[in-house]
């Protein structure tokens, strides 16, 4: 129980950190740049929406509009979490109802049981109904219509009905363990949902996904670890596919529950990834992964593969008490280096320069969130602020602009599909862009983000 008070007070003491920064002295013209840019891109999509009878819809790449996906990572989801973050940002009703129409479209794919068979991601927060939930959840408060709760509702049954029990306890994925495909997004999705809405059954689902996930670790020399796949040896350890962020659930929910095994298991997942940082000169890495040759001597910066992601569970760990001076070291040399690699340019060796390098993903848009967020920490504030306008300006700077609109086009990866793209969602496309500038103005104006991700606990 202490553990759970502790991380409960935890999060209201960094909601009244958050509060003060509206003491802090308000940049005027640079709030109006942000805004100005996240209303362009704002347009941009908006441009691209196409009105059908079951709502309203973007293309996943507004250059090869024939895509349309429903999640939170690249499909309309992600898209309807951008405008209700824009609408709180300028209360202009049109955003709001840009989110409605991409709510009424979840809605309908809900509830048509032929588009989730077969996928083994169905389940899951950033390519299944989970980041469904997400968006949803962000909708309902402005709209308060009654489709909307039964259509959340709606996500936490098919969440219990989907649940796969054997002798090794509660799972959705017969594949994936990870934060971003698999059982651990799914067991975050129900957690962060439970303490919302105070849903028992939720809560009770994600203690037993968390305890089955607890059960999938590996031993290592020191602590234990997640593979990513269960019928591959692919080791990733940072947030979005690895320990990191399988550790960080468990932690979570063990605050949740006061179930001290899983705080057991997150010890031991942040004991593995202490063992295997490299640290030198206060620069801190974390190795990219194993399971393939080309990620020998690899490390990112970014929240997939990189320190901006891992830091969001030395966060977590702080928050909850698990091993908390350790993990406030570990965020200050992460924060370290994040500010002393040579971003937003091409990063000091051995890092390496990300497949897509502006994106929420994998690039500097993610370093851009994380540092809006330092900027309001008296501890770090300089450093924060200095490394957060750097980004901005190569950010802004990057853009592709007419009079009103504004996006981001890249040459996607082989892995990606290899041809010219310009992405609507949040992980490598506009909307994800967007909302990481609307997270600095929200910062900058001295408030809490517009949006509140389950996978980021400064929030």
């Known amino acids: ?8 007070v935890a999060v209201i003491v960094l909601a009244l950190v958050t509060g003060t920064a509206a003491e802090k002295p308000i ?10 840019l996240a209303e362009q891109v704002g347009l941009w999509i908006a441009n691209s929406s196409v009105r059908t009878a079951e709502g309203t819809v ?82 309902q408060p402005y709209a308060r219509q009654e489709k909307y709760e039964v259509a959340i509702e709606k996500v936490s049954s098919l969440l219990s009905e989907w649940g796969i029990v054997d002798e090794r306890g509660l799972h959705w994925s017969d594949e994936f363990n990870d934060l971003l495909f698999g059982d651990a997004g799914t067991i975050l999705y129900l957690s962060w949902h439970a303490e919302r809405t105070r849903d028992v059954r939720a809560l009770a689902l994600a203690h037993r996904g968390a305890q089955f996930l607890l059960s999938e670790a590996a031993d290592a020399a020191v602590g234990k670890f997640w593979y990513f796949r269960r019928s591959k040896l692919f080791n990733l350890p940072n947030f979005s596919h690895g320990t990191a962020g399988v550790a960080y659930v468990l932690a979570t929910v063990g605050a949740q529950v006061s179930d001290e095994s899983l705080r057991l ?42 320190l901006t992601g891992t830091i ?21 040399m992460s924060r370290h280096t994040l500010q002393n690699i040579g971003l937003p340019n091409t990063p000091a060796r051995p890092f390496a320069e990300p497949a897509t390098s502006l994106d929420v993903r994998f690039g500097r848009a993610g370093v851009l969130s994380l540092a809006s967020d330092w900027s309001v920490d008296d501890s770090a504030s300089d ?71 389950p996978d980021n606990p400064i929030e």
């Open 1 to 8: 129980m202490r553990s759970a008070i502790r991380f409960f």
């Open 27 to 36: 940049d005027d013209d640079l709030a109006s740049e942000t805004l100005e």
């Open 58 to 139: 973007w293309p996943d790449d507004a250059l090869n509009p024939e895509v349309v996906s429903y999640d939170l990572a690249s499909g309309v989801a992600g898209k309807v979490l951008f405008f209700i973050a824009l609408y709180r940002a300028t209360e202009n009703p049109d955003y709001l109802e840009l989110a409605l129409g991409g709510a009424d479209y979840l809605v309908t794919t809900l509830n048509d049981p032929g588009v989730f068979e077969g996928n083994q991601r169905r389940a899951s927060l950033y390519s299944g109904i989970s980041g469904i939930g997400v968006a949803l959840a962000h909708v």
């Open 265 to 306: 298991g997150a010890q031991a997942g942040f004991d593995y990834i202490r063992s295997i940082a490299e640290i030198e000169d206060d620069i801190l890495r974390i190795p990219y992964g194993w399971g393939s040759d080309a990620w020998d001597g690899l490390y990112e910066f970014g929240w997939a593969h990189g």
């Open 312 to 332: 969001s569970f030395f966060v977590r760990l702080q928050q909850t008490g698990i091993d908390a001076e350790s993990a406030s070291e570990y965020e200050r």
């Open 383 to 453: 450093e924060g602020t200095a490394l957060r306008n750097d980004l901005w300006s190569h950010i802004a700077r990057a853009a592709i602009r007419d009079e009103r609109t504004a996006h981001w086009e890249i040459d996607a990866p082989e892995f990606m599909g290899g041809e010219r793209a310009a992405y609507t969602g949040i992980f490598h496309g506009a909307a994800g862009m967007g909302l990481a500038i609307l997270r600095m103005h929200a910062r900058i104006s001295g408030v809490r983000p517009y949006v509140d991700m």
